[in-house]
C-alpha cells in the first residue's frame, strides 16, 4: 500500500481476490496474521473461493485499521462478537471497520466512528438472477419498486444499488438478517444513475432510526460498493485504493508461523466452487 500511515483518515481497500491462487508460504503468512478463532472460521468454508474470500477480507481489514490507526497489524487485536461480526479489541479507539465481498471483489471500510456499514455486490442479469430478483422485489418499499421499474434498461442495477444500501445499513446497526422488515426500511434515491465518482445523496426513510445516516455509493466494473455511516466521512476517490492479495499480504509484515502448514495441507485438498 503505497503512502505514509495517517491516522483517522477513513480508508477503503478494495481486492480482487477471484484470481489469487496463492503459495504456501503467502497462504501461512496470511492466516499467521489471524486468531485462532478466525483460522477455524476461514477454514470451516468447504470450498476453495470461500476460504480465499474470508481470508483476503479478515487481512484487508487489519491492512484498513492499520492505515487509520497509524499502529503496526503486529499491534492489533480483533474479536468476533456473538453475531459473527469482527470487531476491535485493541487499540480501543473509537474506530470501526467492516467487510463485504461478492463477485471477484472484496471491500473494507476503516473509519474513525463508532459504527459503519459497507456492502459490495455484483450486478447479475443472468436468468436465475433476474428471477430471484423478482422474487425479493417484495422486500422493497412502494416508492423504491417505483424507482426499479422506471429504469426499464437499468432495472437489475436499481434493485442491487437499493439491496446495496440496505445491507450496509443493517450492517452499520450490527443487526443484520435480525433487523427491522426490509421493505420498512425505504430510501430516497435522488442521482438515478452511478459512476466511478462518489454518490451520496441517497436518503434513508424509517422513522425507527434516530440518528443521523449518511451513504456513499459507487460503481467499480460491474459491482456496486455502499458505505453507511452514522457521522459523515470524508469518502473521495483517492479514500479508495485497489491493491492485489499478494500486496496485501506483503503489508501485514508479521511472520508466517510454519506450524500452521496443516491449514495449508486442508485448502489444497478443498474443492473449488467454479468448475
Known amino acids: 500500500m503505497n503512502g505514509v500511515m495517517h491516522r483517522h483518515v477513513p480508508k477503503i481497500l478494495l481486492c480482487n481476490f477471484s484470481q489469487w491462487t496463492p503459495s504456501a508460504s503467502e497462504f501461512v503468512k496470511a492466516i499467521s496474521a489471524l486468531s485462532q478463532e478466525e483460522r477455524d472460521r476461514v477454514m470451516r468454508f468447504v470450498f476453495r473461493d470461500d476460504v480465499i474470500a474470508s481470508l ?3 487481512v484487508l481489514a487489519r491492512a484498513a485499521v492499520s492505515h487509520v490507526t497509524g499502529r503496526p497489524v503486529a499491534q492489533l487485536q480483533f474479536g468476533v462478537s456473538p453475531k459473527g461480526r469482527p470487531y476491535i479489541i485493541n487499540p480501543s479507539s473509537p474506530v470501526d471497520f467492516n467487510i463485504s465481498h461478492d463477485g471477484k471483489y472484496c471491500a473494507v471500510i476503516a473509519a474513525p466512528t463508532s459504527r459503519i456499514g459497507i456492502d459490495i455486490m455484483r450486478v447479475k442479469t443472468d436468468q436465475q438472477s433476474v428471477k430471484l430478483v423478482h422474487t425479493f422485489r417484495r422486500k422493497l418499499s412502494q416508492s ?3 424507482f426499479v421499474s422506471q429504469g426499464s434498461d437499468s432495472t437489475m442495477e436499481r ?7 440496505k445491507e450496509s445499513y443493517l450492517k ?3 443487526v443484520g438478517i435480525t433487523g427491522p422488515p426490509l421493505e420498512k426500511i425505504s430510501f ?3 442521482s438515478p444513475k452511478l459512476g466511478r465518482m462518489i454518490t451520496a445523496d441517497s436518503i434513508l426513510k424509517y422513522t425507527e432510526e434516530t440518528q ?11 459491482h456496486i460498493l455502499t458505505v453507511c455511516s452514522f457521522h459523515p466521512l470524508d469518502i473521495h476517490p483517492d479514500t479508495k485504493e485497489n491493491i492485489s492479495c499478494s500486496d496485501v499480504v506483503d503489508y501485514l509484515g508479521v511472520e508466517a508461523n510454519e506450524t500452521l502448514i496443516e491449514h495449508w495441507v486442508e485448502f489444497q485438498e478443498k474443492k473449488s466452487r467454479s468448475p
Open 56 to 58: 483476503i477480507g479478515r
Open 172 to 174: 452499520a446497526t450490527g
Open 212 to 222: 443521523r445516516t449518511y451513504f456513499y455509493e459507487t460503481l467499480r466494473d460491474d
Open 188 to 190: 430516497n434515491i435522488l
Open 159 to 165: 434493485f442491487f444499488r437499493i439491496w446495496c444500501l
Open 144 to 146: 423504491e419498486n417505483e
